[in-house]
């Protein structure tokens, strides 16, 4: 046994050293950097901690940010889960297109689908063509530079991400539960209230965590859709490095940032776990 657990490890280095290399060490690195006082780097203090924490202008932006994360991430479950359970449901040549389909606007670049979507929000858009169109409003509606843009486009461009986890749950689930519940006079409601709700919610967890992410870090969407008069977390350290030349205060704008972001993360885990816990006890 200890040498079977030996090999195991062995075999686990490659993985473990590249994980250091790439990931703990530019971490270390970030945050040493955070630890200088000054942009000129010369002497160590909490300083740009002190002054991230302690202005209402940074932590509205890191509150916005953070919200909007959520905003996205509610919208693309709204969304993802009715489409993930009619994929699951559909007959085998049909699902493989379906999922195709989920699956096509991630072989193409971000940036591209978000110049995509500058055109189609713009005032003269096809959205706004056609809401005119149908009479539901009198003029265009402003939707670039807007929270409502960014939160459609980061839906729009997320989606994928919470549709495939859904969908491995499904897949998983065993449909003589449904027959089951049928033959013992349930409807189908309730079937899906009683058994296919709580049995997808490892899914539904796994589906908001990447899409809160990447959400929240989507620099290129919220930089282009929202504009200059919208600033969240990532083109905030971006000013602050390339603009400002202040690369100690990017830092720990990040390193601030990333604590926040993984707080959410382990939040959504433990409401998960807590859910997954009550169905089975």
Known sequence: MPARSDGEWRLALPVAAFFALFFVAPLGVLFVVSLFAEPTMQTLALRQYARFLGDRLHLGILADTLVLGVKATLVCLLLGYP???VIARARPRVQSLLV???ILPLLTSVVVRTFAWIVILGRQGIL???LLA???VDEPVRLLFTELGVVIVLAQVQLPLMVLPLL???GR??????DASAALGAGQWRTFARIIAPLSLPGVAAGCVLVYAACVTAFVTQTLIGGARLIYVPLFMYQQATGANDWPF????AIVFMFAVLFVVVL???VGRSRRALVHG
Do not use: Q, R, S
């Not at 689930?173 to 449904?178: C, E, F, G, K, T």
């Not at 990017?250 to 704008?253: D, E, G, K, L, R």
């Open 168 to 170: 491995t749950t499904f």
């Open 173 to 178: 689930i065993d449909p003589n539960l449904a």
């Open 100 to 102: 195709f389909a989920v």
């Open 128 to 130: 706004n063509k056609t």
């Open 83 to 85: 489409l993930a359970w």
């Open 250 to 253: 990017a830092a720990a704008i």
């Open 268 to 270: 959504i885990n433990t």
């Open 134 to 136: 149908v009479g539901l």
